[in-house]
């Protein structure tokens, strides 16, 4: 199945950047969408940037719109989310995730009306105040 490996994560000032990149391997000829979600301690996974392959399209979530931006080489099967204008609120566990064939199921979930069922295995983003 696709497999999703992040990297780039670390620390950094309010204020700072960050990039983090995300290759996808299998068989990834049936992706069509990639998507970051972040999860802080205690909090539910949400949905932050979105991208769909064919085209380019992107949805961002409002707390990150103008701050965050997504993007992909098909060519490469690596998608990539550049962070700006850090805050301490963006600290959390980020996971990139795919869209495909793999039926909808308990690990699945919704975001900007994609379904996203192939998760990586996160990385850490820690914002300092």
């Known amino acids: 199945q696709v497999q999703l490996v992040e990297s780039g994560g670390g620390s950094a000032q309010a204020g700072g950047s960050l990039t983090l990149s995300c290759a996808a391997s299998?068989?990834?000829?049936?992706?069509?969408?990639l998507a970051w979600f972040r999860q802080a301690p205690g909090k539910e996974r949400e949905g932050v940037a979105r991208?769909?392959?064919?085209?380019?399209?992107?949805y961002y979530d409002d707390s990150v719109e103008g701050r965050f931006t997504i993007s992909r080489d098909n060519a490469k099967n690596t998608v990539y989310l550049q962070m700006s204008s850090l805050k301490a609120e963006d600290t959390a566990v980020y996971y990139c995730?795919?869209?495909?064939?793999?039926?909808?199921?308990?690990?699945?979930?919704?975001?900007?009306?994609?379904?996203?069922?192939?998760w990586g295995q996160g990385t850490q983003v820690t914002v300092s105040s």
């Open positions: 991208i769909y392959t064919p085209t380019g399209v992107t």
């Open positions: 995730a795919a869209r495909g064939p793999k039926p909808e199921g308990p690990g699945s979930l919704w975001f900007a009306g994609h379904v996203f069922s192939y």
């Open positions: 299998g068989p990834t000829y049936n992706v069509n969408s």
